[in-house]
């Protein structure tokens, strides 16, 4: 019996080395950017994504009576299409106290992290022209970004914005639930 066993136990080595291979795998994360947001009742989907900054600027964080504070100010800009196949362009600018680590929840009324500073939304005409929406003040509009990834250099958040036509106050545009992930810095 002891034999056997002995007999055995010498195959057992050979069996590791004809099994073990020098095949190596890699195994990659694929990162699919995307945006989208609810325009009315349509879904708008973005691309072309930009991110430009940090570029020094001075706000008012607390107080406008007060000196004002460098801040690092950065642009998010995405195209968009919409379901009659107009192109818009998002352009949302905002203000942050550090450079390197900008997640925060960003509105009109700066705080001690930062505030939007501005946003807007360009809409194609059928002649090729454009009208410009601007930011208005309302307290349901954010800009937010909740994650961010230094080493892929990636960055996601949501949004919730109020536009008015800069030539008509009447002419609103109401961009809600707002949502990108895996845009590159």
């Known amino acids: 019996m002891k034999n056997k066993f002995l007999f055995l136990l010498s195959f057992l080595p050979a069996f590791f080395i004809i099994s073990c291979s ?18 009315g ?5 973005g691309s072309d994504f930009k991110l430009n900054g940090p570029t020094d600027a001075v706000a008012y964080l607390s107080d ?6 460098k801040v690092f100010r950065y642009s998010f800009q995405s195209s968009l299409k919409a379901a009659n196949q ?5 352009i949302i600018s905002f203000d942050t106290s550090n450079p390197n680590d900008f997640r925060n929840i960003y509105k009109t009324t700066y705080n001690s992290s930062g505030g939007l500073h501005e946003a807007s939304l360009l809409v ?4 090729q022209s454009y ?11 954010y800009f937010e970004v909740n ?39």
């Open 41 to 45: 009742t349509e879904t708008l989907n």
């Open 22 to 39: 020098k095949n190596v795998e890699t195994i990659s994360v694929v990162r699919n950017p995307y945006l989208n947001v609810t325009k």
């Open 86 to 90: 107009k192109n818009l362009q998002l």
């Open 147 to 185: 994650r961010l990834s230094t080493d892929e250099r990636i960055f996601a958040g949501s949004f919730n914005l109020l536009f008015q036509n800069e030539r008509d106050s009447t002419d609103l545009i109401t961009l809600s639930n707002g949502k990108f992930e895996d845009i590159q810095y």
């Open 131 to 141: 009208t410009k929406y601007r930011l208005t003040n309302n307290p349901n509009i």
């Open 64 to 69: 406008t009576a007060k000196t004002g504070k």
């Open 124 to 127: 194609e005409n059928s002649n």
